[in-house]
């Protein structure tokens, strides 16, 4: 039979009635979800919902009471599932709540986003506003945080492949290596309770005896084949049970005095290293270098390792520290003031970065960013170049009176001068939405629609129109830094592209008429020239007879007409 007539008796017995296709009903979201009932599982969670439970960091149990009525108890159940991730059920007797007749009490499990102790109010003024509109007679009587206890006092013991018994030699001395940094592991890991005073080899030997006890199942270790490997850490502590002394005291407190005084050296060796231009100052390395072997016998000395593996932990930490002193005096500014000012900005963009991820998360944006981002990038390319033209008109012609169109500039430097106050912009505008976002952490009500068309577009607006004058006074500060170079007969700095010369001028036929606007022809002294584009030449002229303000001394002239010299003084010959 073809694939034809196939469908063709499908379609005929469906419509006969003698095929019925299965299907399957979807969960309504506000059905009543009660215990034992199966649909409380998170098994194939997927979509929306498990986007919320993925975001969600907090947990809430509100206690909600109403009428022993069915049409009340549906409408609550379906207003307060509506939420994304929140299970209602009817409350049980394992639950112990007392109900007073013709009344019902439902529990919701809501999940929360952001900070803990702001969780249960946002979640309880959430689920008055479901409550509300409808009005429905159900009133919350509880709301509680969810908390569960962190596990503490255990560790992480990972199985690995022992060393062959063949092989030796080269190669076992290799192997240890690489069994030490993990090379060797077979992905199976266990999670074993500390006990006190107990040393590396204690607890792989214990582990190995209660091998079925730990992993839940009835086969004993394979010594023969497998070995075991603890992360790495420092020794555990010995057991000081009875009264205290100053040697148990020692034994507690020691590492953390010890860490506390090392560091604060570390950072010394570093600034002597950096500061200092004496060859005496590589001396300063004699004390990193001799604490790389206490160090690392310390940090990885829960259990016997490699001494080139904790040579490598201990270089690790201790030339961590000596660096990051070294890199902070090498590059940040001079001055207590100017480093005080860069840690407060790297706070503060810090503050921004993680402000912007509580903001995106959970959003609107961030569920359509790919098609929001192709969208906000593509006028880039059109608004860049135009933005860069009008920064150098402003350089130009309204400082120093020279039109743009008449100096060449590549089109690659239009993109370039624009990237600052863009970049500027869109620094500011991510500072705003990090306020959003950590109003949204600390559950903070905030109206999105006023925020998006009322009060976001207003900001916006002040940040473009501040980027704009700070921009437009640091291209005024440029000209006159040109300019007063000029004034100076010294070389002026160029600016994104602009880049002047002082030339002599000299007439093509000496003793003809050149016509010069506004003349006279300036011969006898240097000016200022950038790359002409066109026929006319526009020069900038120092001398004082020319005006007061500094768009007064642009001199035009045919360009043909004459010649243009480097000049090597104050005076042209």
């Known amino acids: 039979m073809s694939m034809a007539g196939l469908f063709s008796a499908l379609v005929g017995a469906r419509r006969s009635g003698r095929v019925r296709l299965s299907a399957v009903v979807p969960q309504q979201r506000g059905e009543l979800r009660t215990a034992g009932a199966g649909v409380d599982s998170l098994d194939g969670v997927g979509g929306s919902e498990g986007i919320a439970l993925t975001a969600a960091t907090q947990r809430v149990r509100l206690i909600v009471e109403g009428p022993d009525d069915l049409d009340e108890k549906e409408r609550a159940v379906e207003a307060l599932g509506s939420q994304t991730g929140w299970r209602v059920r009817s409350a049980q007797l394992h639950d112990g709540l007392r109900v007073a007749d013709g009344r019902v009490i439902l529990i919701v499990d809501a999940l929360a986003y952001g900070q803990r102790r702001m969780a249960v109010g946002a979640v309880r003024e959430q689920a008055f506003r479901l409550l509300k509109k409808p009005p429905i007679g159900f009133r919350i009587r509880e709301a509680e945080l969810i908390r569960h206890e962190v596990e503490r006092g255990t560790t992480l013991v990972r199985v690995t492949r022992r060393v062959p018994r063949d092989v030796g030699g080269f190669r076992r001395w290799l192997w240890r290596y690489w069994e030490a940094m993990g090379g060797a592991d077979t992905g199976h890991v266990v999670t074993v309770p500390l006990v006190a005073g107990e040393d590396g080899e204690q607890l792989k030997a214990r582990v190995k005896e209660r091998w079925a006890e730990f992993t839940h199942g009835g086969e004993a270790f394979d010594d023969d084949l497998h070995d075991l490997r603890l992360p790495v850490g420092p020794r555990s502590r010995p057991d000081t049970d ?45 004390v990193p270098l001799l604490s790389f072997g206490p160090v690392g016998y310390w940090v990885t000395s829960n259990e016997p390792r490699p001494r080139l593996l904790r040579l490598a932990w201990g270089a690790l930490v201790v030339g961590g520290f000596t660096l990051v002193s070294y890199q902070w005096v090498v590059n940040s500014p001079s001055g207590i003031g100017a480093q005080v000012r860069g840690l407060l900005q790297a706070l503060l963009i810090l503050e921004t970065a993680v402000g912007c991820g509580h903001a995106f998360s959970r959003s609107w944006l961030s569920r359509n960013l790919l098609v929001i981002l192709p969208v906000l990038l593509a006028p880039f390319p059109f608004v860049l170049p135009w933005v860069g033209s009008f920064l150098h008109t402003a350089y130009l012609e309204e400082v120093l009176g020279i039109p743009e169109s008449a100096v060449h500039v590549a089109f690659y430097w239009r993109y370039f001068v624009a990237l600052k106050p863009a970049a500027l912009t869109l620094a500011i505008t991510l500072f705003y939405v990090s306020l959003y976002g950590w109003a949204k952490y600390f559950n903070l009500h905030v109206s999105q629609s006023a925020l ?84 006319d030449l526009w020069v900038w002229d120092p001398s004082p007879e020319r005006g007061r303000t500094s768009n007064e001394h642009a001199v035009r002239m045919r360009a043909e007409d004459v010649s243009l010299y480097p000049a090597t003084g104050r005076s042209c010959p």
Do not use: H, N
């Open 452 to 535: 998006l068309k009322v009060v976001f577009p207003l900001l916006i607006l002040l940040a473009i129109l501040g980027v704009v004058e700070k921009t437009l006074r640091e291209v005024q500060s440029a000209a006159e830094r040109t300019y007063l170079a000029v004034t100076r007969g010294e070389q002026p700095p160029g600016y994104f592209g602009v880049d002047g010369r002082l030339v002599c001028v000299r007439p093509v036929e000496p003793g003809k008429s050149i016509p010069v606007q506004p003349g006279p022809l300036p011969t006898s002294r240097p000016v200022l020239a950038f790359p002409r584009e066109g026929d």
């Open 242 to 286: 009875g009264a205290a002394s100053p040697r148990t005291t020692l034994q507690r407190f020691g590492p953390a005095a010890w860490l506390l005084l090392a560091v604060p050296v570390l950072l010394v060796c570093g600034w002597a290293l950096a500061s200092m231009s004496s060859p005496w100052r590589f001396m300063a390395l004699l």
